[in-house]
């Protein structure tokens, strides 16, 4: 299933053909940040002034453990698509967007991977 419109398949139109599945994915992630940034907030305040052995007892809990995973995956992706709209946007040359491109698509990587690592060590 598709998730590009009837017009777009018919007109082949479109830079890379897929504005639309950049679009849904940007809205997506953006619809499950809302309940999961809602957790972290309660989550940061209860922990405000906690000690470190309560905000490790925290993560170490399998349901919070899993909540943040998803918390952190998902706002990495959600910035490294808008970021990427705003290349697109406001760099011209092909050159430094190339660039910029893949140090958008790096930086997310290793934030990612560096905070689920974090995480699982922690929940493990």
Known sequence: MSIRTPFSRVQGLGASHSGTE????????????LP????FVYAAIHLVGQSYQDAFTFLHEPVNAILMLLFVIASVVHMTLGIQVVIEDYVHTEGS????FLLNKA???IIGVACV?????IAL
């Open 36 to 39: 999961l940034t809602a957790w």
């Open 117 to 121: 690592f974090s995480i699982l060590r």
């Open 22 to 33: 950049h679009f849904w994915r940007e809205r997506a992630t953006s619809v499950a940040l």
């Open 107 to 109: 930086f997310g990587w």
């Open 97 to 100: 967007k190339l660039v910029l």
